[in-house]
């Protein structure tokens, strides 16, 4: 297949430190983070304006550009809250990802380029030239777009076009969805939603009372999108930004989904980008966090694909194991405190921390006392381990979701 030499931008979210690493190891081109407040996950760890220098000096000297998201709505007496927010990101971000007009203007009157978030459910040509003629540099459409429909926007406005190709999908249309709120009181429009649509619902006959499980699958919990067995169309397409979604997940979703997408693109890139490579980045990606995946809606409306559990179908979990307690890099050795989860040579671990990233792993051997044990009893253990790990990294194992360790 003939591809464009120039990619597009793999854009990875960063919830914390680790993820950041995370994202950066991995071969992500550019991040998106929020700080405290007004973001759309308000859950995530987060970072605080005091961090933007830091983050904008990490992400400078890794070649990544970074991308601030406030894109929740914005109440009155928030303004000045987000004035200060924007105040803080001027020279250290390279664009803020938003939607409210009172944000936009602020931008603007601060000079920080914009792009328009999935919030603001643009879905036609009409839309983003609007927005376009506001100053905005990049839109993310809304995710209900099929391919054909985001082509034309970009070709008719000329536009930079940043796409969701991997993680959760709403069931409602982008921006619209009032059900957490009516629920819980909490918003999904202000990055608290607890995600009600995820659960498994029933209907009662109020006559007898009789009660039925609707459906059989969860009815409003929409699978996640994953765009890898269709990658080269967006390649083709001129899409200027693959955006990975997860602020909310753990770090080994960063690491593996933005490996497997930046393996793919350098396939696209070389002509390599075939079936059998498909299969088995697929079969890495069904190893961390998923509701299953689907098309999204890239190939038509609606969707008609739903999640089969509340939880993810990943075919794997991390238990924790302890943390290292010292590292010697002359001798390359590894101390780690067990904790839980007594591991053997062999095991598949993994450590994680916010200067590490995440290290995966297989001991060889394991050492207490300088003598070799067949598996870690709790306490301080040793083994050897070449790339350099930190105090207070913490340390896993990694098993099916039956329980068994991985490999077995």
């Keep these: 297949m003939e591809t464009r030499h120039t990619l597009p931008e793999l854009l990875a979210p960063a919830g914390d430190w680790t993820c950041l690493q995370a994202a950066t190891d991995a071969g992500a081109d550019a991040v998106y983070l929020g700080v405290e407040g007004l973001n759309m996950r308000a859950t995530a760890r987060n970072f605080t304006c005091d961090n933007l220098p830091e983050i904008s000096r990490h992400c400078r000297q890794a070649g990544l550009r970074v991308y601030l998201t406030l894109n929740t709505i914005v109440f009155t007496d928030e303004i000045e809250q987000a004035r200060e927010t924007l105040s803080a990101a001027c020279g250290n971000v390279d664009a803020v990802i938003c939607w409210d007009p009172a944000v936009l203007a602020l931008c603007r009157e601060l000079s920080l ?113 994953c765009t890898l067995p269709f990658l080269e169309q967006l390649v083709e397409m001129g899409i200027d930004s693959l955006k990975i979604e997860g602020r909310n997940r753990n770090p080994e979703y960063v690491d593996t989904v933005v490996r497997c997408y930046r393996r793919a693109l350098d396939a696209c890139a070389a002509g390599q980008f075939d079936e059998a490579l498909k299969t088995e980045l697929m079969g890495r990606l069904e190893g961390v966090f998923n509701r299953n995946f689907s098309e999204g809606f890239y190939h038509g409306r609606p969707i008609a694909e739903f999640a089969e559990s509340r939880g993810s179908q990943a075919e794997f979990r991390k238990e924790l194991v302890g943390v290292v307690s010292n590292y010697y890099a002359r001798i390359g050795v590894v101390e780690i405190t067990v904790q839980s989860n007594a591991f053997r040579p062999g095991d598949e671990m993994m450590i994680q921390g916010p200067t590490t990233g995440v290290l995966r792993f297989r001991p060889v051997e394991i050492r207490v006392n300088g003598k ?37």
Aim: a neutral charge.
């Design 113 to 225: 380029p914009f792009h328009i978030s999935t919030q603001a459910s643009i879905a036609n040509v009409e839309s983003a030239r609007f927005y376009k003629s506001l100053g905005a540099e990049r839109i993310v459409p809304a995710r209900e777009c099929t391919l054909e429909e985001v082509a034309r926007i970009r070709r008719e406005t000329g536009i930079e076009v940043e796409l969701f190709v991997h993680g959760a999908m709403c069931v409602n249309f982008s921006g619209r969805c009032f059900l957490s709120q009516d629920v819980f009181g909490k918003s999904g429009n202000r990055g608290e939603c607890v995600q009600p649509c995820r659960r498994e619902y029933f209907i009662k006959e109020v006559e007898d009372g009789d009660e039925y499980i609707v459906g059989k699958d969860y009815v409003m919990s929409a699978r996640d999108v």
């Design 372 to 408: 070799t044990v067949d598996a870690a009893p709790r306490g301080v253990v040793t083994l050897r381990l070449d790339e350099k790990v930190r105090r207070g990294d913490k340390v896993f194992i990694r098993v099916s979701r039956e329980g068994k360790r991985a490999g077995e």
